[in-house]
């Protein structure tokens, strides 16, 4: 007999028949607390995978690590190629886990050896490295067009075009390899569309190209490379329930102060104009007492125009005819009056512009006809017009004629040793000693001669003609 729960005024008869519902209904309890259990467990697993995905959703990008990008702008010369590998080396310690290069550029003017050694240190970079041409409009032609066959990733953005590539460089002793646009690429240029159909980038994403860096750092997202995997989206749901990408940060290199301004010395119409500037000021100094900021001026030019054109392909025949042409306008800038010499001198300087650089692949250097103008048109204007008035304005006088001058004292403004400048009644002339009888500064003389614009002096004391003898011979 037992006692029923709840019923304890009830008598009930254990039976077998009784145990085994009472058996059957402790296993039923049994299997519900394993459900409890399970459930239990169950919730607690999902529950750890809601807080990992909800930690990772707030993860901010940026918490990631950073992408250089470098900009390869212009043609790549030897401050580009030493900008490119400061960039790797520095990527390697500063923790980026990728570099991407931005390149618009018409060519390189470095030497085959040192554009082989780039591509080299390119492919076999510690960081992966991206080649992205772009944004719209840029252009990557020549050498600077085979980046994109040695870097992990490239890209291009919608409207920019690649190609002019002249024959592949060898590396290891293997050709660089477009795929089948190889052939077509050497002697002409192709858009993101066709690059993309033929297999030149090596670009997993969308077909719509990569506009502007940050598509860039999101088609970087996952690629592997080696051992290391990128990691640079971070991917968050908005109030909406719309996923939101965010990209890690991206770091962006230029080239310092002193790097650019050498890199924009080097370029075609600039290194032109400095170099031929340059010139004109000091042949300019030359005909002026003393040295002015026009002789500081052309000397800066000069030194920049030089590097310049040391850095491009430069025609030697075109540097020593701007020379000789220079020489032909001092000849008639010396006596105020433009004549054959500033014809000849304006000959030699067109043909020496028309034929300043070589072509190289991918660009043939040609100056444009803005910058043609404005060269030939300032050297012009400058001896045909400004130089002659300017020695007239400064070393002669109103009257007609200076022989009146012949016998005036003077006092020296330096030292004239043979040649100096001398300052009589006021005004300063260029002049010389009579024979090599030197003043010094501060030094009483009087005018014995004159040379077109110069003046023959001699000391006071001690002179070898005296001008007393020569107007007395005119008296009689």
């Known amino acids: 007999m037992c006692t029923c729960a709840g019923y304890s005024n009830v008598v009930i008869d254990e039976s077998p028949t009784v145990r085994l519902l009472v058996v059957v209904r402790s296993v039923n309890e049994l299997r519900s607390a394993w459900r409890w259990v399970l459930s239990l467990t169950l919730f607690g697993t999902l529950f750890g995978v809601v807080l990992s995905g909800t930690a990772r959703a707030a993860e901010s990008a940026a918490d990631l690590a950073p992408v250089d990008v470098v900009a390869v702008s212009g043609l790549l010369d030897h401050v580009l190629v030493n900008a490119i590998h400061d960039s790797l080396e520095r990527a390697t310690e500063n923790g980026a886990q990728a570099v991407v290069l931005q390149v618009n550029s018409h060519g390189a003017v470095v030497a085959e050896s040192e554009m082989r050694e780039l591509l080299t240190e390119i492919r076999d970079a510690e960081v992966p490295v991206a080649v992205w041409v772009g944004p719209s409009n840029a252009r990557a032609y020549g050498w600077s067009a085979q980046m994109l066959a040695v870097a992990d990733v490239s890209a291009m953005a919608p409207g920019a075009r690649i190609g ?109 104009l400095l170099f031929a500037f340059g010139l004109a000021l000091l042949l300019f100094e030359m005909f002026t007492a003393g040295v002015g900021i026009a002789g500081v001026v052309g ?167 005296d001008y007393r003898e020569m107007r007395k011979g005119k008296d009689h």
């Not at 072509?359 to 103008?373: A, E, F, M, V």
């Not at 040649?419 to 009589?424: A, D, K, N, R, Y």
């Open 164 to 272: 002019l590539t002249g024959k592949p460089l060898v590396l290891d002793g293997e050709e660089l390899s477009f795929g089948s646009a190889g052939m077509k690429l050497r002697s002409t240029t192709i858009g993101f569309d066709e690059a993309r159909e033929a297999g030149v980038l090596n670009y997993g994403g969308s077909d719509e190209g990569v506009p502007v860096v940050r598509n860039m750092l999101l088609a970087l997202d996952g690629l592997t490379f080696g051992d290391r995997q990128l990691d640079t989206v971070v991917e968050s749901t908005d109030a909406n329930g719309q996923v939101v990408r965010d990209a890690t940060t991206a770091r962006f290199f230029k080239l310092d102060v002193l790097g650019q301004l050498m890199h924009t010395a080097a370029s075609p119409p600039v290194a032109y």
């Open 299 to 465: 000397a800066v030019f000069t030194v920049l125009g030089s590097y310049g054109l040391a850095e491009l392909p430069t025609r030697p025949i075109a540097v020593a005819l701007i020379l000789l042409a220079m020489l032909a306008f001092a000849v008639d800038v010396q006596v105020g009056v433009p004549r054959l010499w500033t014809g000849v001198g304006l000959v030699m300087f067109v043909a020496a512009s028309f034929a300043m650089y070589r072509p190289i692949d991918g660009s043939n250097l040609r100056l444009s006809w803005i910058t043609l103008i404005s060269g030939v048109a300032s050297i012009a204007l400058a001896f045909i017009v400004g130089m002659p008035s300017m020695v007239r304005t400064r070393f002669a006088t109103p009257t007609i004629g200076r022989e009146w001058m012949v016998g005036l004292e003077g006092q020296a403004v330096g030292a004239v040793d043979p040649e100096g400048t001398v300052s009589v009644k006021g005004a300063k002339w260029r002049a010389r000693t009579n024979r090599a009888t030197p003043l010094n500064a501060g030094e009483s003389c009087r005018v014995v001669g004159i040379d077109g614009v110069t003046l023959e002096v001699e000391p006071l004391e001690g002179g070898a003609r």
